[in-house]
């Protein structure tokens, strides 16, 4: 009878632990309906899309919580727990019977869904963040396979502009009060578009929510307002540039659109002459209103913990989604900087010690995490060499493997958890080496030797492709078609990726062996020193010694383990990278990975990297736009700074560039990484190249 008492008390106590540790307090469906009027894909049949408000509660002293900096000063408190909600949307069979068990969560970038353009075909101009019309699903990759995929916002002060995913979170308190610092923003040419604006918000993105000052009086705020040309100091220094102060009489915290002096504003900043697209201005000032940023860790986690292991939420509302076995999260650009910052800060595990995300796709990320878990962070910024380059995101650890910190002098890697560690598809694209540091993911810091890899990660390049293209997408030449010096490209890394992915579900479900990792390598002399590549062309189409350079930076006494407060705001240089990019062949194009066939079959050179025009800076890299520089049709018609093979000493005829494309998609489909319907697609494109180049 005792024993018995026992195990009853033991399964009570347990019940009410499961459901007090159960962190998504309610799921808030505010609409349920058909997808683009009840189409089927493949033999799954209808789709249903489901959108609302997930809200939660976590514990701030909770062991999976103690690593969201300032937990503890969350102004919304109920007694113990911290409450806080996000948008959420899920895309699931209409029929539970044909749901594949697999659920893709991605990550949203910047508050945007992207998923449906990279793996679906969707293009840019489709309704992406809240797909309707069957154009917008694309070609229903995921859906013909039955998967359901799941979108939850995760970056606080993101508006709901676009559709874009928001959340709410508590605001950092001290003393009854919004915390106030200095705090340092950056005004570029991502604000000012084609023209020399008056007036921008103090985020620098008219998406973002400021951070207001503290006063619109400058004394008051301790404001400071500095112009540069560049936030590079020069082109292969890790060092942030200081910059030039712009007189005080020159600015002010206002609203002048409609001319100066304005409307006093705490969220808005006025420049009298207009703020100049080849300048970059910093501006420090004292802000408040700042949200505990690293909630946006939890949401994801507690979302996927809720639909794999819970049946209701605390108020009686069922759990939508029914079966699922696996699910793999998915980040693309800064969002792929999430889900690493979200493997390092500990999140892939639960209140209940549960794996989260079985399987990663982490793409274009190159070597950063996020600028997320900060007391005032700006997850929205990523380092680029022209700007943004004082943001937190290429400190130690570098690569997933576990290596000894040379600073703290212990053991540190992005997976150190192996119990919950999901497999993991690394990939990147050239820009993610030139912008986004890529290299540092396999190499040493010095640039002289290669690392081993753990061997739950398999890393992939797309060599010759930018960060994101869309599917059919024009060329374009950047802000106004005139920032960049070239053209960009249009091959869409949607079939190299299908493939990728479809290897990784296979690794994750059914725990096939993936294919070995493609990525340049120090000992193939593939990865160099920009300085040694030597372009087979000139006419300044290019640099080699442009890349955007880090080094492990000192942000203050208050950041460490990627999260905290900062007080460098101007972070001080400990020690440099140095950062290699891929090699090239005669062609131009890169060398030591996975190459789209219109890439191999070349026609033009496809770069992942551009120039800037004189306008808009001084020849530094385009942001995170590529190059597609075309082959001269003969080597008459061939410039003399061109050393490029012309076309017609490549193929003899439209016939055998045909063949070369059908020899580079064979070899692409034989190892798996190109689906059929893909191949021929790809051939079909080819097709309609010869006929504009050869006109048969």
């Not at 909600?85 to 869904?113: C, H, R, T, W």
């Not at 559709?163 to 508590?170: A, E, K, L, S, W």
Request: charged share 20%.
């Amino acid at each position: 009878m005792i024993k018995r008492s026992l195990i009853t008390l033991f399964l009570f106590t347990t019940l009410v632990a499961t459901q007090a540790s159960a962190r998504l307090t309610e799921l808030q469906i505010k609409s349920r309906e058909p997808v683009a009027n009840g189409i089927e894909f493949g033999t799954t049949g209808a789709y249903e899309k489901i959108i609302g408000t997930a809200k939660f509660q976590v514990e701030p002293g909770h062991t999976r919580n103690r690593n969201i900096a300032d937990i503890t000063r969350a102004a919304n408190k109920n007694g113990e727990n911290v409450e806080f909600s996000a948008d959420f949307m899920i895309l699931q069979p209409a029929d539970p019977k044909k749901n594949s068990g697999v659920l893709y969560l991605e990550a949203p970038n910047q508050g945007n869904k992207l998923i449906l353009s990279l793996l679906q075909d969707a293009s840019s101009k489709s309704s992406l963040n809240n797909p309707q019309t069957a154009e917008d699903f694309g070609n229903g990759f995921l859906m013909n396979r039955g998967h359901t995929i799941v979108w939850v916002g995760w970056q606080a002060n993101v508006k709901p502009i676009d559709g874009r995913m928001t959340v709410n979170f508590p605001l950092s308190m001290s003393e009854g009060a919004s915390i106030k610092e200095l705090i340092l923003t950056e005004l570029n040419d991502r604000s000012f578009g084609d023209s020399n604006p008056n007036t921008v918000p103090l985020s620098g993105r008219d998406f973002i929510e400021s951070f207001p000052s503290v006063s619109t009086d400058k004394k008051e705020a301790g404001a400071q307002l500095f112009a540069l040309n560049s936030d590079s100091r020069d082109e292969l220094s890790p060092e942030v540039a200081r910059g030039e102060p712009v007189p005080e009489d020159q600015w002010q915290f206002s609203d002048c659109s409609n001319g100066w002096p304005g409307t006093p504003s705490t969220k808005h900043i006025c420049m009298k002459n207009g703020f100049l697209k080849n300048k970059n201005y910093h501006l420090i000032y004292r802000a408040e209103n700042s949200p505990v940023m690293g909630l946006g860790l939890a949401t994801t986690r507690d979302l996927i913990s809720f639909i794999r292991n819970q049946g209701q939420d605390d108020i009686g509302n069922r759990n939508p989604i029914i079966g699922v076995r696996t699910t793999i999260c998915m980040g693309i650009g800064q969002a792929a900087a999430y889900l690493r910052d979200f493997l390092y800060q500990g999140f892939n595990v639960d209140e209940d010690n549960r794996k989260v995300c079985d399987g990663m796709n982490i793409h274009g990320a190159g070597v950063t995490k996020s600028f997320l878990n900060y007391r005032f962070g700006q997850p929205y910024r990523e380092s680029m060499q022209h700007s943004e380059r004082y943001i937190p995101s290429t400190n130690f650890p570098r690569q997933y493997s576990v290596r000894v910190n040379p600073f703290l002098r212990f053991p540190d890697g992005i997976l150190k958890r192996p119990v919950y560690d999901p497999l993991i598809f690394h990939t990147d694209t050239s820009t993610d080496y030139w912008q986004h540091q890529a290299s540092l993911v396999g190499s040493s810091e010095g640039g002289s030797m290669d690392f081993t890899e753990s061997n739950r990660v398999r890393r992939f390049f797309l060599a010759g492709s930018q960060r994101m293209t869309f599917a059919n997408a024009d060329a374009t030449r950047g802000i106004g078609e005139r920032q960049c010096i070239n053209k960009t490209s249009t091959v869409h890394n949607g079939p190299l990726m299908r493939g990728l992915i479809g290897k990784l579900e296979n690794w994750v479900v059914e725990g096939t062996e993936p294919p070995e990792s493609q990525y340049p390598r120090i000992a193939e002399k593939e990865l160099v020193n920009p300085k040694d590549i030597r372009f087979p062309f000139s006419g300044g189409m290019v640099r080699n010694d442009t890349v955007n350079i880090s080094g492990d930076m000192d942000f203050g006494p208050r950041v460490k383990f990627n999260r905290g407060a900062i007080d460098l705001l101007v972070p001080v240089v400990m020690a440099g990278h140095n950062v290699l990019v891929p090699n090239i062949d005669e062609v131009g194009n890169e060398v030591g990975g996975i190459r789209h066939p219109l890439v191999d079959a070349a026609t033009n050179t496809y770069l992942g990297f551009n120039i800037r025009q004189g306008e808009f800076g001084r020849g530094e890299l385009c942001d995170d736009l590529g190059s597609a520089i075309p082959l001269a049709s003969t080597p008459a018609e061939r410039d003399d700074s061109d050393h490029r093979p012309a076309l017609t000493e490549l193929y003899e005829s439209s016939a055998v560039y045909l063949q070369a494309v059908e020899k580079a998609t064979k070899l692409l489909a034989e190892r798996g990484l190109l689906l059929e319907a893909d191949a021929r697609s790809i051939k079909n494109e080819a097709a309609n190249i010869a006929l504009e180049l050869w006109g048969n």
